[in-house]
Structures are given as structure tokens and as C-alpha cells.
Nanobody, 115 residues
Framework: QVQLAESGGGLVQPGGSLNLSCAAS????????MGWFRQAPGKQREFVAR???????NYADSAKGRFTISRDNAKNTVYLQMNSLTSEDTAIYYC?????????WGQGIQVTVSS
């Protein structure tokens, strides 16, 4: 089983920044993909960003130019640096990890952008 521990969420003013992190632990052989999704109130969960084991990244259009995803393979941790936040970024953010034969989700962490 894979356990995911998310941190770094909270309340931030518009234009501010947050850095989310998600550490994976447990029993797995290799992490293939690490990523983030989010779900705003009344909306479906949507893709935000992902990073593949070779370092390739891709982003949702809403995240391009503002968010940066990175990973520390030694720590099995993925980060999401979020800048220039707006109220549209308010959501629960979920870490997503793909290992060989399994997809795992974090419990979610609240990000609220408000003045």
C-alpha cells in the first residue's frame, strides 16, 4: 500500500504563493508519475500538473506560467509551487501517485485564496 502525506495548504491572499508537498511512503517498487489534481466547490476534480519519472512535466492551461511541479526522488516527494494565486485557485488539492500496478490518492488539502 502507498500512503501519501500532503502539506502546505492554507489561506493566502490573491497574488500570493503557496508550496504544496506530498510525501509517499509504504510498499511500492517504483513511482512512475506524481501529480496534483484539484476540486473546487460544486465542480469536478480536475488535473493540475504531473511529473513523470524522467522529469517530463505537463500542466493544465490554468496552471501554465504560474505553477511549477517538481519531485525529489530520494524523498519520494512531489511539490507544487503555486504563484500569482487567484480566487479561481481555491479548491481542495489532491496528490496523485502512479506506481507499478496502482494509482493512489492523498486525502486532499485545502487551498483558499481570499482577501
Amino acid at each position: 500500500q502507498v500512503q501519501l502525506a500532503e502539506s502546505g495548504g492554507g489561506l493566502v491572499q490573491p497574488g500570493g504563493s503557496l508550496n504544496l508537498s506530498c510525501a509517499a511512503s509504504g510498499s511500492f517498487s517504483r513511482i512512475l508519475i506524481m501529480g496534483w489534481f484539484r476540486q473546487a466547490p460544486g465542480k469536478q476534480r480536475e488535473f493540475v500538473a504531473r511529473i513523470i519519472s524522467g522529469g517530463y512535466t505537463n500542466y493544465a492551461d490554468s496552471a501554465k506560467g504560474r505553477f511549477t511541479i517538481s519531485r525529489d526522488n530520494a524523498k519520494n516527494t512531489v511539490y507544487l509551487q503555486m504563484n500569482s494565486l487567484t480566487s479561481e485557485d481555491t479548491a481542495i488539492y489532491y496528490c496523485n501517485i502512479v506506481t507499478e500496478g496502482r494509482v493512489s490518492w492523498g486525502q486532499g488539502i485545502q487551498v483558499t485564496v481570499s482577501s
